[in-house]
Each structure stands twice: as structure tokens, then as C-alpha cells.
């Protein structure tokens, strides 16, 4: 069948507007219209060395791994598919992303680079996302165009124009489900917040997010290369950074170097803020280490901060010792006053706890997600459930410790 005109252009269009590195590529091909039209698109450069699937086994995975697999019979691409599961926990899009980098990014052979099919509403929804919940610049710089062993040569594709590529090439490809869903935050910003802002205030709302993440990403790129000439000890799959050089440098680029190998060890993601925050913890010794939600943990040894996998990825917190002040659990701050003389207050709410002042008190994230304050190591009090009959204060005894806590959103209110 002949080729329409539309297709012909459309097709030389987006062709200029691929920026393609110079490794051998592996297209991460989803199913959808958008990883179908890269596809086609490097089928028609000659350059589909192979294609790879990730299948989550979810309810709509059959129909989505038939589609990748139609899409790459119709663009004569090698095709394998991979299988994973998307353990329990708080962020169901955050768990199904790193499950799929993971099993994406160890399918790659020496030499090969990882093609996703990122588009220009995905950046402006990505910049969007992380203004609306206080990103730093790196956040509004939004996504960059490589990432380790990932490259995103479509940054300048717009959604419309994958799909209409799709259309007039026959693409087999399938709609994921999972995106009209509102109740995700990124699905409620595609469909709902940026086309009313699009409507009221600007119809180029997408291509100027987009703008304004470049011109971001050229600050940021700087700030990336400065953080780069900071030591890296590499031991196999440990990385360490020594502290004083951390401490030597501005905040902004000791925090790009802390990213920087957080990423390489689970790409293509760096710390969130509250992450962050508790590797400061780590780095000030206020804390002996944590472990990330990832399975990753990082700790001080020496002069040293060290990032290594720990092979747990429930995400449960290793104790961490209280002392008097303001401490960091995973998503949680405690803060700790200690006080001389006999107790005369009582705790408001499950939020906050009183305790002998001799005691030795440590707290960590349970699998559940639940904050539990030991001790003496035995579990004493779960705050926003109960306290539970250990190390209750003893009336007349002189000096304690009073304990508030609240998760870092914001001050909880007690039951």
C-alpha cells in the first residue's frame, strides 16, 4: 500500500527532531502508541537493533505485551520480554518504574544504551509535577535527555504528533489503561490541570514548560559537571564519597554528587528530599545510617559516606539511635527534649510519648510502614497507634524524656 503524503512528512519531521546517541540502541518498547513510533521510527534509520518488554502482571500486561509484541513483528525488531512484580508499598507508580528500569536497564549488553520514548508533554508534565510538589532546580529542569545507560531522543515529540504517526503507519500498539485512571497524580495532571491552564492562560502551555526546563537544564548541567570532580571511592557495587569534600563544596553541588551515586546504583533515579535529608543525617553523624526504600543503604565509616545495596528491599529503616533533637526515620521526624526534674506533663494524642530519662531509645520504619520507637530494644510506642507497657515513666523520678512526633508532610493531628 502506498505511503500518504502526511505520513511522509510527518515521518522526515520527526526523524530531524530524534536526538540519538551514538550507542548501540535497545528501545524500551511498552506497547503504546508513543515507544511504537520510536520503533518505526528507528526501523526507518535501519538502526531497530532489538526491542525489550517488560511485562508487570498486571491485569492489562497481556494485552499490552501482545501489542509490543504486534509492533515489533510490524517493524521487524527483535523483541524480548521480560517478566517482573511490583511489590507492595505506599507508591504503586514509584515501585512499577523501578521495578521496570531495573529489569530494562540489566537487560543491556556492553555497548548498548536504553531508548525510552519520552515525549514533550511528558516533560512538561514532569516539570509540572515537580513544581506542584517543591521540587529544586534539578526537578524543574525535568528530564534530562541521558541518564546514565538511558537516552530519551524524543523530548521533542509531541504526544499528538506519536500518535498520529501511529495511525498513519498501522502501528498495532495499545493504550495502557492505568493512564485515564485520575486517582494518579501524573494521569490528573494530563488530563485535568494542564488543559484547563492551557485554556485560561496559555495553548502553548506544554512547549513553555518544556522552554523553561531547558534553560534550567544548562544551570543544571553546570552545576552536574562541578559535582562530577568530586572523589568517588568504587569498590564493586559500593561507592563511597568522602565527607570532607562534601563539606568543602556548596550544598548544591555536595547534593548533585550524593544523586550522582545514587543513581549509578539505582538508575536512573537520584534521592528524593526526604532521602536527602536523611543522608545529611548519616553525613553529620547524627545517625549511623539508613536504609533507602530500594534496598539501598548508606552509612558512614571512617571519613567516608558510603552507598552500597543491602539485598533488603522492604525498606524497613535500620534503628536509628534518638538523641536529644531533631531525628530523621524515613518519611518521619522525632523530636527529642530532655528535662531535669519530676514529670509533671502528660502526652496529648498517640503523637507524642513521655519516657525515663535513663532509658536508650532508637526508632525505625517496620515493613508496614509504621514508625516503632524501642526501648532498650524493645519496642515501647508506635506513634499515631499506642504505647505499649515499656519503659513507662516512673512517677516522682527525677528527669525525662519527652517525645513529639510527625511525619514530614506536616504536623499530624492527633486521634
Known amino acids: 500500500m502506498a505511503e500518504s503524503r502526511r ?8 526523524l530531524d527532531l530524534l536526538d540519538l546517541p551514538e550507542q548501540y540502541p535497545v528501545i524500551a518498547l511498552s506497547g503504546g502508541a508513543d515507544s511504537a513510533s520510536l520503533a518505526y521510527l528507528m526501523a526507518q534509520r535501519g538502526q531497530g537493533r532489538r526491542a525489550v518488554h517488560v511485562n508487570h502482571g498486571l491485569a492489562a500486561s497481556g494485552r499490552l505485551e501482545q501489542a509490543a509484541r504486534a509492533v515489533a513483528d510490524r517493524t521487524s525488531t527483535p523483541l524480548v520480554v521480560l517478566e517482573t512484580e511490583i511489590p507492595a508499598g505506599a507508591s504503586f ?8 528500569y531495573r529489569a530494562l536497564i540489566g537487560s543491556l549488553q556492553p555497548g548498548e544504551i536504553l531508548l525510552t520514548a519520552h515525549t514533550l508533554d511528558d516533560q512538561a508534565e514532569t516539570v509540572l509535577m515537580n513544581l506542584l510538589r517543591g521540587a529544586g532546580p534539578a526537578g524543574l529542569a525535568g528530564i534530562p535527555a541521558r541518564t546514565g545507560h538511558v537516552a530519551r531522543p524524543m523530548l521533542q515529540v509531541s ?33 485535568e490541570v494542564i488543559p484547563e491552564l492551557a485554556g485560561r492562560f496559555n495553548p502553548r502551555l506544554v512547549e513553555a514548560l ?12 553546570h552545576l552536574s559537571s562541578e559535582a562530577a570532580s568530586l572523589p568517588v571511592v568504587e569498590s564493586g557495587s559500593t561507592l563511597a564519597l568522602p565527607i570532607g569534600s562534601l563539606q568543602a563544596v556548596p550544598r548544591s553541588v555536595a547534593d548533585r554528587a550524593i544523586r550522582g551515586c545514587l543513581s549509578r546504583l539505582r538508575p536512573p533515579y537520584g534521592g528524593t528530599a526526604a532521602e536527602m535529608a536523611a543522608i545529611w543525617e548519616v553525613a553529620g553523624r547524627r545517625r549511623r545510617a539508613t536504609l533507602l526504600g530500594t534496598g539501598l543503604e548508606v552509612a558512614h565509616e571512617g571519613p567516608l559516606l558510603v552507598f552500597r545495596p543491602s539485598g533488603d528491599e522492604s525498606g524497613a529503616e535500620i534503628p536509628v539511635d534518638l538523641e536529644v533533637g531533631r531525628n530523621l526515620v524515613g518519611g518521619f521526624e522525632i523530636l527529642v527534649d530532655r528535662l531535669e526534674g519530676p514529670c509533671r506533663v502528660f502526652p496529648v494524642g498517640t503523637w507524642s510519648a513521655v519516657f525515663p530519662a535513663d532509658v536508650a531509645l532508637d526508632a525505625r520504619v517496620d515493613d508496614d510502614g509504621r514508625l516503632v520507637v524501642s526501648a532498650n530494644e524493645q519496642p515501647a510506642w508506635v506513634p499515631g497507634e499506642r504505647r505499649l507497657p515499656v519503659a513507662w515513666y516512673r512517677p516522682g523520678a527525677n528527669g525525662y524524656l519527652s517525645l513529639f512526633a510527625r511525619e514530614e508532610s506536616g504536623w499530624t493531628s492527633s486521634p
Not at 7 to 14: D, T
Not at 93 to 100: V, Y
Request: glycine share 8%; proline share 5%; net charge positive.
Open 7 to 14: 505520513l511522509i512528512q510527518l515521518r522526515e519531521r520527526l
Open 93 to 100: 507508580e514509584g515501585q512499577a518504574r523501578e521495578r521496570r
Open 159 to 191: 504526544r499528538a504528533q506519536t500518535r498520529e504517526l501511529a495511525g498513519l503507519g498501522g502501528l498495532p500498539y495499545e493504550d495502557d489503561p492505568s493512564n485515564l485512571d485520575p486517582g494518579l497524580r501524573r494521569n490528573a495532571i494530563r488530563l
Open 210 to 221: 518544556a522552554r523553561s526546563a531547558s534553560f534550567l537544564q544548562s544551570d543544571e548541567q
